[in-house]
């Protein structure tokens, strides 16, 4: 398991044909950011613990950088071999680990999405996906909100920052004196797969990437191996690293508003966002690394931000957690 310095490690747990990064962090206790998918607990969490000469009892706190099911799928589980755990969450994603029917019925997920491109069609698969990759459910024992801290020890505290725009709840954890910020989904480059732009649903996307910005952390620890300059590198970036993967991040969502722009410019605003979407989709290749796929004219994961960006051009309304949002 590589270590990225002497108080915290990174675990690969596989995911969906690729894998999302989790992050032991070690002061006098012991916290594990995010769990993974269902699974994760088991065949990557327990062997990194292991190797470290470690076991469940060690660990203190699970704390979620968000609640989608790639990250706190694997909460149950986790809880039930460790059941001294206490998790943290930020409260506007914590109905997301009620289960698979919380995720089908959030305006924000996939199937959501699926839906507003009439691709009623690919709804059961969506669902067989929720229903393989998130575990049992969990409790929270910790709603965190920004500002607050959780103090692990030594010189290791972790701030919270609130970094809406991927989920409503999503959140990052600073960790000052070690110049490390631990960011989920919240800095994601040109996307996670070769040929997939970002997945936002609200332009707090960026602002929240000038918020990390201005951390001037010199350590990146992201959930994914977002890409950077068109190829998908290490999940953690340093130094100038930190600055250009937050540049290409801005870049990318600056040329998905452009496409918008463009498309709404085309087809004029009575067009359906399924029409608007392949325009704007089609456009992005003068601009991101993107792939066609023939089964669909616009992947359902471009399509969010795609959404995003006409809500903030005056299209539609946004996709929103109304009564979520109201409790933040
Ligand atoms: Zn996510
Ligand atoms: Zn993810």
């Known amino acids: ?64 950088t968000h609640g989608h099911a790639d990250h706190a799928g694997g909460n149950g589980e986790l809880k039930a071999s460790a059941p001294q755990v ?25 199937s959501a999405v699926m839906r507003l491109l009439g691709r009623d069609d690919l709804l059961q698969q969506r669902e067989a ?50 110049g490390s910020v631990f960011s989920g989904d919240a800095v994601q480059g040109h996307g996670w797969r070769a040929g997939m732009p970002p997945i936002y649903h609200d332009m707090a996307y960026v602002s929240s990437l000038e918020r990390i910005d201005s951390l001037g952390a010199n350590v990146l620890c992201m959930g994914h191996t977002f890409g950077w300059q068109g190829v998908l590198n290490d999940p953690v970036r340093r130094g100038a690293e930190v600055v250009q993967t937050l540049k290409a991040s801005r870049d990318a969502s600056a040329a998905i508003g452009r496409a918008v722009a463009h498309a709404l410019q085309q087809l004029g605003p009575a067009a359906s966002f399924g029409e608007l979407a392949e325009v704007a989709f089609r456009e992005l290749v003068f601009d991101l690394p993107i792939l066609f796929d023939r089964a669909s004219p616009v992947p359902v994961v471009a399509a969010r931000a795609i959404h995003a960006h006409l809500a903030a051009q005056g299209w539609a309304p946004p996709l929103a957690e109304p009564a979520v949002a109201a409790q933040v």
């Open 86 to 110: 206490q998790i943290g969450i930020h409260p506007a994603d914590r109905y997301l680990l009620d289960g698979p029917q919380a995720h089908l019925n959030s305006p924000t997920d996939s």
């Open 129 to 178: 996906v929720l229903r393989r990759v998130i575990g049992r459910s969990a409790g929270v024992e910790r709603e965190l909100v920004d500002g607050d801290v959780v103090d692990l020890g030594q010189d290791v505290r972790l701030t919270v920052v609130h970094t809406p725009g991927h989920t409503v709840g999503s959140v990052c954890y600073f960790w000052e004196a070690g």
């Open 1 to 64: 398991m590589p270590p990225v310095s002497d108080r915290v490690y990174r675990i690969q747990a596989p995911y969906d044909g690729n894998a999302v990064h989790l992050y032991l962090v070690r002061g006098d206790r012991l916290a594990l950011i995010d769990s993974g998918a269902g699974d994760s607990p088991s065949t990557a969490v327990e062997p990194a613990l292991r190797e470290l000469g470690l076991s469940w009892a060690d660990l203190d706190y699970l704390l979620n």
